[in-house]
């Protein structure tokens, strides 16, 4: 069982627990192992022939070409536990990396809520039918993440209409008079305006959409 953690000791600097953290995700990352080496599977493929022709010529199998076979295995054993091993860290971290995501949203949902100067709730109201332009620009670039960084407008938007599907508001789902939905029309003003503020590449490939890599 997990040691309960006393919250109120880091309600003045949780610093510590974010530094804990990032020690934790360095621990997992360093633990991929090497690949074997080619040569070596190839000595052991062909060992494993020879003593098996030694098998059906009915000859005597040397000392030293069996300990070699098995020192081989052995190693090829080591190695699957390391990989193994390395996957369940791979999960971890691809967990731990959800959850932190979720947990900064929610961070920045409390940051904007405290902040919050008068007046600002009814700025708020604007958006209760449709999808704010901080939702749309958040999402816009969590599609691309998922992408690889870099994407096709049209494989970017059909990203995003997945990870919000059921969350979309009653206008953003109506269309102009050229039939464009509007959250779709509103995910480019997005772009255009993350491509002006230099979080999107300018100058990508036709109709590829980019984060700028840090």
Sequence with gaps: MAKHIKIDDYISDPTPLVDA????????????????????IIQYNEISKTIDRLKEAGADIPDELRRLKLDLAKQADEHKIATESWKVSLQT??????????????????????SDKPGSKSRQKRFVK?????LL????????????????KADVLERIRINMDGKFKPQDLERDAQGNLN???????????????????TGSSFGVWELRRK
């Design 137 to 152: 620009s958040r999402e816009l670039r969590k599609a691309l993440r998922e992408l690889g960084g870099s994407g096709k």
């Design 21 to 40: 953290l990032n020690k934790i995700a360095k621990k997992l990352g360093e633990s991929r192992p090497s690949d074997i080496p080619l040569e070596k």
């Design 130 to 134: 449709r999808s704010s332009p901080a």
């Design 93 to 114: 971290l691809q967990t731990l990396e959800g959850r932190i995501s979720h947990s900064l949203v929610s961070v920045r949902a409390i940051i904007t809520r405290i």
């Design 183 to 201: 959250w779709e029309k509103w995910i480019v003003a997005e772009k255009n305006r993350l491509v002006k503020e230099g979080a999107i590449v």
